[in-house]
């Protein structure tokens, strides 16, 4: 069965893990080995309950790392040596 994108509604979703990158609060993160659906067109990722779960534990965690201010951009590879 063949799922289209609900973002864009032309891309015919792939499952797959791969990794992917999340933009959030203008900082970016790697997530590594994602499972989910990827639209090949929009680059959307529709994930499932558990990995949705587990990514956004991996987000807080990153934004718990945040200092509170004076913020820098954290590469990565630095967020990967501190997790
Ligand atoms: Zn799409």
Known sequence: MVKNCPTCGEGELASDTRPITFARQ???ML????H???CPCCGEVILGML???????RILGFNALKPT???KARSPEEFQRHS
């Not at 990995?51 to 534990?57: F, P, T, Y």
Request: aromatic share 4%; net charge negative; proline share 0%.
């Open 26 to 28: 203008g900082e970016t």
């Open 51 to 57: 990995e949705a779960e587990r990514v956004s534990r």
């Open 31 to 34: 997530l590594e080995e994602v």
């Open 36 to 38: 989910g659906d990827f």
């Open 69 to 71: 201010s004076g913020a």
